[in-house]
């Protein structure tokens, strides 16, 4: 299989069925930490749909898929946080943003989980966010309150990102 966000989007094209899956492959690798600055998933979630505005590929899995993943990888960044607590902000290269770390702190400890939902939607620091949520101790089911909207919303604006561009596309080309 091609892992490339070409062959990704070829696959999830030619088995809609698994389409779902991609998506939902994507969406936690998006919100895990570490993971997301080196994987290219953005590229496939919005490739994927602008496929869906295209109607090269049904919408719904898209979303839910989508949906399940953010929900899935932001929880186990909260329970990597969670976990290892302060001992994982050594970790390489958390350790070399102590700013970001700080920033993440103070905004969870003032606004508690409005940092949740709108980091769903306010990216880059996502991943971060939901690691420092589990380190400050946030409980479970206040992080999940915030986790499962934001999520939700988040799956929703980014396939519509690609429904933007396909129609952007369409105006160009």
Same mark, same amino acid.
């Given at each position: =299989?091609?892992?490339? !966000?070409?062959?990704?989007? +070829?696959? !999830?094209?030619?088995? #809609?069925?698994?389409?779902? &899956?991609?998506?939902?492959? =994507?969406?936690?690798?998006?919100?895990?930490?570490?993971?997301? +600055?080196?994987?290219?998933?953005?590229?496939?979630?919005?490739?994927?749909?602008?496929? *869906?505005?295209? /109607?090269?590929?049904? $919408?719904?899995?898209? $979303?839910?898929?989508?949906? *399940?993943? +953010?929900?899935? &990888?932001?929880?186990?960044?909260?329970?990597? /946080?969670?976990?290892?607590?302060?001992? %994982?902000?050594?970790?390489?290269?958390?350790?070399?943003?102590? !700013?970001w770390v700080k920033k993440g702190t103070d905004g969870i400890n003032r606004y508690g989980p409005w940092v949740?939902? $709108?980091?769903?939607?306010?990216?880059?620091?996502? *991943?971060?966010? $939901?690691? %420092? !949520?589990?380190?400050?101790?946030?409980?479970?089911?206040?992080? #999940?309150?915030?986790?499962?909207?934001? +999520?939700?919303?988040?799956?929703?604006?980014?396939?519509?990102? /690609?429904?933007?561009?396909?129609?952007?596309?369409?105006?160009? /080309?």
């Open positions: =299989m091609d892992w490339s !966000a070409d062959g990704m989007m +070829a696959f !999830a094209t030619a088995n #809609q069925p698994l389409a779902w &899956g991609v998506v939902l492959l =994507m969406s936690v690798l998006e919100t895990t930490p570490l993971v997301s +600055a080196v994987v290219p998933t953005m590229p496939v979630l919005i490739g994927l749909g602008a496929l *869906a505005a295209a /109607g090269t590929i049904s $919408f719904l899995p898209i $979303f839910l898929g989508a949906w *399940a993943g +953010a929900v899935i &990888g932001s929880t186990f960044s909260w329970w990597l /946080g969670h976990h290892f607590g302060r001992a %994982i902000l050594r970790w390489k290269p958390i350790e070399t943003h102590p !700013a949740i939902l $709108f980091s769903h939607i306010f990216a880059p620091l996502t *991943a971060a966010v $939901f690691l %420092i !949520a589990g380190v400050t101790r946030m409980p479970f089911w206040r992080f #999940q309150l915030a986790n499962v909207p934001g +999520a939700l919303a988040w799956a929703y604006v980014v396939p519509k990102t /690609g429904d933007l561009v396909e129609k952007l596309w369409g105006l160009v /080309g």
